[in-house]
């Protein structure tokens, strides 16, 4: 029974990572949210490690490049292709520090500020549905429940 039991947390698991998409639910409901056909293109082009970037951007404002791969979780590399990309969709700017021409400071523009509050305005709603459900569980029946999701993410083959 309890290979049963692990066979549908993985399968759960397993549809949820499939959900990330390029047309998933959370860009669906960010696409219904405006009427602006521009923000709507751009959304449509954003994966979630775009989204990511621009919700940490939004958060902490102007930025060193250096600096986004401890909040995303990112590395170095896949936050440079992320910011070039954002950069070429009109979402963010990159400029050289004036003080040390080496580093690489990054900002949204307005229409990037636009997502940042999208994405904002979406996490408090899952965060409310998400509540909704957590609210059937103990506060112990929860922590367990985190220990093994760190646990199965931490599994190296």
């Given at each position: 029974?309890?290979?049963?039991?692990?066979?549908?947390?993985?399968?759960?698991?397993?549809?949820?990572?499939?959900?990330?998409?390029?047309?998933?639910?959370?860009?669906?409901?960010?696409?219904?949210?405006?009427?602006?056909?521009?923000?709507?293109?751009?959304?449509?082009?954003?994966?979630?490690?775009?989204?990511?970037?621009?919700?940490?951007?939004?958060?902490?404002?102007?930025?060193?490049?250096k600096a986004?791969?401890?909040?995303?979780?990112?590395?170095?590399?896949?936050?440079?292709?992320?910011?070039?990309?954002?950069?070429?969709?009109?979402?963010?700017?990159?400029?050289?520090?004036?003080?040390?021409?080496?580093?690489?400071?990054?900002?949204?523009?307005?229409?990037g500020q636009?997502?940042?509050?999208?994405?904002?305005?979406?996490?408090?709603?899952i965060a409310?549905?998400?509540?909704?459900?957590?609210?059937?569980?103990?506060?112990?029946?929860?922590?367990?429940?985190?220990?093994?999701?760190?646990?199965?993410?931490?599994?190296?083959?």
């Amino acid at each position: 029974m309890m290979a049963t039991l692990i066979d549908q947390l993985m399968s759960e698991l397993n549809q949820f990572i499939a959900q990330d998409s390029v047309d998933d639910q959370e860009k669906q409901w960010a696409m219904h949210q405006t009427t602006d056909p521009q923000l709507q293109a751009v959304l449509k082009q954003l994966s979630t490690t775009d989204i990511k970037m621009i919700a940490v951007l939004g958060q902490v404002g102007a930025s060193r490049a250096k600096a986004l791969p401890a909040p995303t979780g990112l590395s170095q590399a896949t936050i440079s292709r992320g910011l070039t990309k954002l950069a070429r969709l009109g979402l963010a700017v990159k400029y050289r520090d004036l003080t040390n021409n080496k580093e690489v400071l990054v900002r949204l523009t307005p229409t990037g500020q636009q997502v940042a509050q999208l994405h904002t305005q979406l996490d408090a709603a899952i965060a409310q549905q998400a509540q909704a459900i957590a609210d059937d569980y103990s506060d112990a029946e929860l922590a367990r429940f985190v220990t093994l999701m760190k646990r199965i993410r931490e599994i190296r083959i």
